[in-house]
């Protein structure tokens, strides 16, 4: 083994397989937040086009309609966090942000 990839295994200590799922599983919350803040943001562009131009249908639905669809997208967008965004390992709620390092609560490592 040449020196270079020794020092790289060295570095790299072997990867314990409980965190690493952890890792992924909070992985795939943090997709699954990004999906939904996605559509959420989607069903968010007719009103906001509404309010600002002199448009009164946008595929055929008009201000109320759309105003409708984005409570409902705001509903699951704010549910998907209440029961989705938990730490994978201790269940809370490891702290704001798609970024997260660390779980506030329980200090597990989440990326
Ligand atoms: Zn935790």
Do not use: H, Q
Not at 11 to 25: F, R
Not at 54 to 70: N, P, Q, S
Not at 76 to 89: A, Q, T
């Amino acid at each position: 083994m040449s020196k270079k990839k020794l020092k790289e295994k060295i570095k790299e200590p072997t990867k314990d397989p409980i965190k690493e799922g952890i890792k992924s599983d909070f992985a795939k919350i943090v997709f699954n937040a990004k999906i939904v803040a996605g559509l959420f943001l989607l069903l968010l562009i007719p009103s906001v086009i509404m309010l600002f131009k002199d448009i009164d249908t946008i595929y055929g639905l008009d201000k109320d309609a759309w105003f409708r669809i984005v409570i409902v997208g705001f509903i699951i967008y704010v549910g998907n966090g209440y029961f989705f965004w938990k730490c994978p390992s201790c269940k809370k709620s490891p702290g704001r942000g798609w970024f997260r390092k660390n779980c506030e609560k329980c200090k597990v490592e989440l990326s």
